[in-house]
């Protein structure tokens, strides 16, 4: 009798912790990472309670990259030839039929990468290129060394320092190959190397070589005549030229973004077109998407995901249906920001965090929110400064509770 009493208090008490540690709570979390026009700062704000959580000091003003896993964000200050990487705070883990999220402060890492004009940065499954213009090689790491406080890197030369790109893969990339005429002026093609020094096949031409993106399995790069498109096939990555469709007028992309989700690319086509493309219908897959004014910036939606917006110059933000390749909202948002001047005056940047679609507006040191499913304005955050560049990270994942 005694044995089985303590049988069962046992049981009973095994089940009561099970249930405990085994407890979840659903979170949401979105950090917006804002970087000034002139004043070297990050500034980290919660997109959700609209809170500014701290401000990062680095070297110059920058241009902010973050990874695809979220747990980085790159400030590459191009004057200052210095690359920042600041851990975003926000990680989540797989668990196959659900996702952890991890919330933590972000913080400026003590990895930094010293060169002479950095510029493109990629990054594909945690594999990272930096571009430095001034320097005759890329250098490649991985975003797990990084947050792990290893600052070790490969290199592979690119021939001679240009304005050029480089794709990471495991143990190959693909470089801009440059114009042996002019070093300074565009790229003409892209090759395939390996972290020997071996170049792998023939180069691929790309006359006019500038603007790359990714969008799942495949990378693009924008050329003159049409888009490279770059898949890995047994380990080495393969190249393969998708021309501009008949149907567009004269023209060539020279910016991309990927879209999420749904496999496309967008692209700058003229001041105030954009160009859709789906790689999947060849050279038929291009829809021209024509602007009221000039484009300023354009971004894809990752969680609703047919939809891109773009805002131009005359302070407008529009809602993009990339299947139909067409604009289905419009919203007056900001000030006209007009494109004539300087390529990099301060001018309104977009990212998209959960529901929320934000739109900086430099000259009145505010970020606007915009509710991504009505298309309404929904509220406006003040950033002291000029507030630019702007990325975001989050999501929703689950936060076990233990007892």
Same mark, same amino acid.
């Given at each position: 009798?005694?044995?089985?009493?303590?049988?069962?208090?046992?049981?009973?008490?095994?089940?009561?912790?099970?249930?405990?540690?085994?407890?979840?709570?659903?979170?949401?979390?979105?950090?917006?990472?804002?970087?000034?026009?002139?004043?070297?700062?990050?500034?980290?704000?919660?997109?959700? /309670?609209?809170?500014?959580?701290?401000?990062?000091?680095?070297?110059?003003?920058? %241009?902010?990259?973050?990874?695809? %896993?979220?747990?980085?964000?790159?400030?590459?200050?191009?004057?200052?030839?210095?690359?920042?990487?600041?851990?975003? $705070?926000?990680?989540?883990?797989?668990?196959?039929?659900? *996702?952890?999220?991890?919330?933590? =402060?972000?913080?400026?890492?003590?990895?930094?990468?010293?060169?002479?004009?950095?510029?493109?940065?990629?990054?594909?499954?945690?594999?990272?290129?930096?571009?430095?213009?001034?320097?005759?090689?890329?250098?490649?790491?991985?975003?797990?060394?990084?947050?792990? *406080?290893?600052?070790?890197?490969?290199?592979?030369?690119?021939?001679?320092?240009?304005?050029?790109?480089?794709?990471?893969?495991?143990? &190959?990339?693909?470089?801009?190959?440059?114009?042996?005429?002019?070093?300074?002026?565009?790229?003409?093609?892209?090759?395939?190397?390996?972290?020997?020094?071996?170049?792998?096949?023939? =180069?691929?031409?790309?006359?006019?070589?500038?603007?790359?993106?990714?969008? *799942?399995?495949?990378?693009?790069?924008?050329?003159?005549?049409?888009?490279?498109?770059?898949?890995?096939?047994?380990?080495?990555?393969?190249? +393969? &030229?998708?021309?501009?469709?008949?149907?567009?007028?004269?023209?060539?992309?020279?910016?991309?973004?990927?879209?999420?989700?749904?496999?496309?690319?967008?692209?700058?086509?003229?001041?105030? +077109?954009?160009?859709?493309? /789906?790689? %999947?219908?060849?050279?038929?897959?291009?829809?021209?998407?024509?602007?009221?004014?000039?484009?300023? &910036?354009?971004?894809?939606?990752?969680?609703?995901?047919?939809?891109?917006?773009?805002?131009?110059? /005359? $302070?407008?933000?529009?809602?993009?249906?990339?299947?139909? *390749?067409?604009?289905?909202?419009?919203?007056?948002?900001? /000030? !006209?920001?007009?494109?004539? $001047?300087?390529?990099?005056?301060?001018? !309104? +940047?977009?990212?998209?965090?959960?529901?929320?679609?934000?739109?900086?507006?430099?000259?009145? $040191?505010?970020?606007?929110?915009?509710?991504?499913?009505?298309?309404?304005?929904?509220?406006?955050?003040?950033?002291?400064?000029?507030?630019?560049?702007?990325?975001?990270?989050?999501?929703?994942?689950?936060?076990?509770?233990?007892?």
């Amino acid at each position: 009798m005694k044995a089985s009493l303590v049988s069962a208090t046992t049981i009973a008490l095994f089940m009561s912790l099970s249930a405990s540690v085994t407890h979840a709570e659903e979170v949401s979390a979105w950090r917006l990472f804002v970087s000034d026009h002139a004043d070297p700062k990050v500034t980290v704000i919660d997109a959700v /309670d609209q809170q500014k959580l701290d401000t990062f000091q680095i070297k110059g003003p920058a %241009s902010l990259y973050r990874t695809e %896993s979220g747990e980085t964000v790159f400030a590459v200050q191009g004057d200052a030839g210095v690359v920042s990487a600041i851990s975003t $705070g926000i990680s989540f883990h797989d668990h196959g039929d659900h *996702g952890d999220i991890e919330v933590e =402060d972000a913080k400026l890492l003590d990895v930094e990468f010293v060169g002479a004009k950095p510029a493109h940065f990629v990054e594909l499954q945690g594999n990272v290129a930096q571009w430095f213009d001034g320097e005759d090689a890329a250098r490649f790491f991985t975003e797990r060394a990084i947050l792990d *406080g290893n600052a070790e890197v490969r290199t592979a030369n690119v021939g001679a320092p240009h304005h050029g790109v480089a794709v990471p893969y495991q143990n &190959h990339a693909v470089v801009s190959v440059p114009n042996p005429e002019d070093a300074s002026k565009r790229p003409i093609g892209a090759r395939i190397v390996d972290f020997n020094g071996n170049q792998v096949g023939e =180069d691929a031409a790309c006359p006019g070589l500038h603007g790359s993106a990714g969008s *799942g399995s495949l990378y693009a790069l924008a050329c003159d005549t049409g888009l490279l498109l770059v898949t890995q096939e047994s380990g080495v990555p393969q190249i +393969r &030229h998708l021309p501009y469709s008949a149907s567009l007028p004269e023209g060539s992309s020279s910016t991309l973004i990927g879209g999420k989700g749904l496999q496309y690319f967008i692209g700058n086509y003229g001041p105030d +077109r954009i160009v859709v493309v /789906d790689p %999947s219908q060849g050279d038929s897959g291009f829809k021209l998407v024509q602007l009221p004014t000039r484009r300023v &910036h354009f971004v894809v939606d990752p969680i609703r995901t047919r939809f891109a917006y773009v805002v131009t110059e /005359d $302070g407008q933000l529009h809602k993009v249906d990339v299947l139909d *390749g067409k604009i289905v909202q419009s919203l007056r948002l900001t /000030d !006209p920001y007009s494109m004539d $001047g300087h390529w990099s005056d301060p001018r !309104p +940047r977009l990212a998209v965090a959960g529901d929320q679609v934000v739109v900086t507006d430099p000259l009145n $040191g505010k970020l606007h929110l915009v509710n991504a499913e009505s298309f309404t304005k929904a509220d406006e955050i003040g950033v002291d400064g000029k507030p630019f560049n702007i990325v975001s990270v989050g999501g929703a994942g689950k936060v076990h509770g233990h007892e």
